[in-house]
């Protein structure tokens, strides 16, 4: 079977003609046809503020679970402080 | 003897700690998360409309391809390609002469076929490659916003997961807060101080409504004096 290399050319040479011939009405069509990336794109908050955000609201977090595990640690501590806490408690309201 | 001689210290300031806090209520957590699943929702629905809006613009690329160009293309392609010569016998394409000849005698048929077989497949290759420089910017520009609309939505579901998570710490403070109160007997001391909170704010509100109302007589008062004594 032929490869039509020869052929491929000339078909080529034909459509670098039509290309030009055809040059104003492609650029228009182009023209219309084009997105507009910069204004689809998202603009986002820089991602160097966003990540020291995101690590000091990380940290905070960590801390707080940390504070929640304290009713297990006061439990440890025994029932003594609970009594105590009691006798204190109405002077602080 | 060092721990039980500051443990009332300690549990006052416990008190005054956990005391000293807002309410957070479950429904912030779980609107929070919501938040975060609905992103998802909405990332997908963009995905959708990118996609349709370069559909379009490819709609009216292949438009011109198929109106315009292919007609312009196999109209010359007709002529330079000597289809019409081929057809009717008078010439075929020798590859190895990459020229048009006179068909070799005994061998027309075969050389006929040969030729147009030829003649249409580089038309084909042609109108794929228009096509393919038509449309391949346009799945450039697709790709690369998609990609960076998917970034932008991850990095907001990510704050939100990170927010919700916060929140969830907040309200599981609250909750040993709470337990704590309970077991010394104070579970209403956090709500007694927030509304008393909520009232205090309440009055200077109202305080401050006065002073302006008191403002407004006085600048009324003066200005009657003043066009009195002119």
Known sequence: MASGKGMDDLANKTAQNVNAMLADQEAEVL?????????????????AAFDKLVEAVQESTAKNESVAQLKDRVVKLGAAVVKVAKEVAPYLV | MWTLRRLPITCASILLLVAACANVPKEVVELSYRLGQDLGSLHDSYKTLV?????????QRIEYLENVWTPAFVAAWIEDGHLVAVATGKEVYSE???????????QEKPELLASVQMWSESALRQIDKKKGELLSPLDKDEKELVAAVAEAFARVIRGNAIITAHLN?????????DELLSALDLKDLRTTINTRLATA?????????????ADAIVAKRGARLKGRNQ
């Open chain 2, 51 to 59: 996609h349709q809006h370069f559909d379009s613009l490819r709609a």
């Open chain 2, 201 to 213: 704010s309440d009055k200077a509100q109202k305080a401050l409504e006065e002073v302006k109302k």
């Open chain 2, 96 to 106: 190895e002469k990459s020229s048009f000849v006179l068909p070799t005698p005994g």
């Open chain 2, 169 to 177: 710490s907040l309200r599981n403070v609250q909750e040993v807060q």
């Open chain 1, 31 to 47: 023209r219309r046809s084009s997105a507009n990336l910069a204004a689809l794109k998202p603009q986002v908050s820089d991602p």
